[in-house]
């Protein structure tokens, strides 16, 4: 079975630009879930996706950040303008529904921001 | 608001050294604890749920253990492969969102 699939593995951008990750979750996963990772600190949740409906996003700090998950499946995180504190690994998790605490992680998108 | 506090930040043991990690939590409403396993440059790999008091899961050298607030995740007699950051959550909210501690960074050496 297919794992999680993220892409770009890495990013380096400048402060002020843009940039956007990729998702590809387990086939007949209904949950999606993006976090973000800051060095030495554990994950923290941003947005949660019920097929293609959101189910929450309070952590999202939506004046920069943006995600989409079109027809259910894929989704895309974005990010403009960037700013230095960004800088972390944004990890994309899916479950077979919101039940289940038992999540699979891809191997996530490492961001450095100059 | 439901926290998740984790400890040792890191912990050194020696192969065959056996101790434990604790996880401590505020939650109104335990609806589960769950412990992960994440290796340096991977996301996390899901290892345990807990449900209920006194509840305890078992895996090779791993043992999980739940109280009414906090949980341990034993290991006995270590090896180099157990080198990981351990992470262990709890979800809130109606959406089942999991919020993570900060994870104990255990290093096994040979």
């Known amino acids: 079975e297919a794992g999680v699939a993220q892409s770009p593995r890495y990013k380096i951008i400048e402060k002020r630009q843009s940039v956007a990750f990729w998702c590809n979750p387990i086939?007949?996963?209904?949950?999606l879930y993006w976090y973000q990772q800051i060095l030495g600190q554990g994950p923290k949740l941003l947005i949660q996706f019920q097929n293609n409906g959101v189910v929450d996003d309070s952590q999202l700090p939506k004046d920069r950040f943006s995600a989409e998950r079109l027809k259910g499946v894929d989704s895309t995180l974005k990010i403009q303008p960037a700013k230095l504190e960004d800088s972390a690994v944004y990890l994309c998790?899916?479950?077979?529904?919101?039940?289940?605490?038992?999540?699979?992680f891809g191997e996530g998108s490492r961001l450095t921001v100059l | 608001e439901d926290q998740v506090t984790q400890s040792p930040e890191a912990l050194r043991l020696q192969e065959g050294e056996s101790s434990s990690l604790n996880c401590s939590y505020t939650v109104s409403g335990l609806r589960g604890l769950f412990w992960y396993r994440q290796d340096p440059g991977k996301g996390p790999e899901f290892l345990f749920t807990?449900?209920?008091a006194g509840e305890e899961k078992e895996k090779e050298r791993l043992k999980a253990t739940l109280t009414k607030k906090e949980s341990f995740l034993h290991i006995t007699a270590p090896k180099p492969e157990d080198s990981a950051t351990y992470l262990c959550?709890?979800?809130?909210?109606?959406?089942?969102?999991?919020?993570f501690g900060g994870g104990t960074r255990l290093m096994v050496k040979p």
């Open positions: 998790a899916s479950s077979y529904d919101r039940e289940t605490g038992e999540l699979f």
């Open positions: 086939s007949g996963h209904a949950t």
């Open positions: 959550a709890v979800p809130r909210g109606a959406g089942n969102m999991l919020t």
């Open positions: 807990l449900y209920s």
